[in-house]
């Protein structure tokens, strides 16, 4: 099967500029590219942080936009997102029995967690995952008993040795990867939250993330100037076939024509 990772998409009202892109066409490219290439996707999942300033036009007018995409969406919510706000605009988007945007899918091969991080507050930008929550993931991951599964979430419960970012992760990793023990087939945990496609392997999980569909952390803070780099943008292409998990990151706004002429040294 395969399915669609998206992550950090950080909306404005307005079809506004943010940070030196646009994030709502930066999205649209994204969709269209899907579409085009990737049409026999069975889901996309988008890893929180939909809005850059919790705006309901910027939910509104993501949710205008997803009505009319023909492979379904699940959506998470991030630091940057409101919880209430969003589900006052997308009420069919599934919570919890506590509320939290959490919920599960299941399909022919596999089971797929959607995990709330948000910490409540403004302004607030690093990741709890409370009692209620670790409960539910407990929960769903013994349901799962020996199905593949694999989760999804915002904030990782690790560093990633960029300062910054570091100091806005998930906090309660040890509760966290206690509630993971209650999983017997858990094969890779998707992230958001960083801004960069990283691979990481934690305590035997293997975790991976992706850019930010608008803008990037630069892995040096001295290398740019500014707080954020202009690295290009991807979504994330993941088969699961038997025994193999193989993920793609597209860089879909890098589709150059072909040269008229080789050059002497093309590979
Ligand atoms: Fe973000």
Redesign the pocket.
């Known amino acids: 099967m395969k399915f669609i990772h998206i ?2 998409i ?1 909306l404005v009202s307005n079809d506004g500029p943010l940070n030196g892109s646009f994030p709502s066409e930066r999205l649209e490219k994204c969709l269209d590219d899907i579409l085009k290439w990737h049409a026999d996707a069975e889901f996309c999942v988008i890893s ?2 939909l809005s850059e300033f919790a705006e309901k036009e910027a939910y509104q007018w993501l949710k205008n936009r997803l009505q009319e995409f023909p492979i379904p969406f699940f959506l998470m919510i ?3 997102d409101d919880r209430d706000l969003f589900q006052t605009v997308f009420p069919d988007n599934q919570s919890d029995q506590n509320n939290f945007v959490q919920t599960s899918i299941e399909t022919r091969e596999a089971i797929f967690l959607f995990l709330d991080t948000k910490k409540q507050g403004k302004n607030v930008h690093d990741g709890e995952l409370c009692e209620k929550r670790l409960a539910w993931l407990k929960r769903q991951l013994i349901d799962a008993g020996a199905k593949q599964t694999y989760l999804f979430m ?1 904030h990782p419960p690790f560093e990633i040795g960029i300062p910054y970012m570091d100091k806005i992760r998930l906090f309660g990793a040890e509760q966290f990867l206690s509630s993971l023990l209650h999983g017997e087939n858990i094969r890779h945990i998707f992230f ?4 960069r496609t990283t691979f990481v392997k934690w305590h035997g999980y293997t975790f991976s993330s992706l850019t ?1 569909l608008n803008h990037q952390s630069p892995l040096v803070a001295e290398s740019v100037e500014g707080e954020f780099c202009d690295e290009p943008p991807a979504y994330g292409v993941v088969l699961i076939d038997g025994e193999q998990l193989t993920v793609h990151f597209n860089n879909y706004l890098d589709r150059k024509p072909l040269h008229q002429t080789q050059p002497d040294n093309a590979l």
Do not use: C, E, L
Not at 192 to 195: F, I, P, Q, S
């Open positions: 992550s950090d950080h929180g942080d991030g630091n940057h915002h958001g939250h960083v801004h930010s």
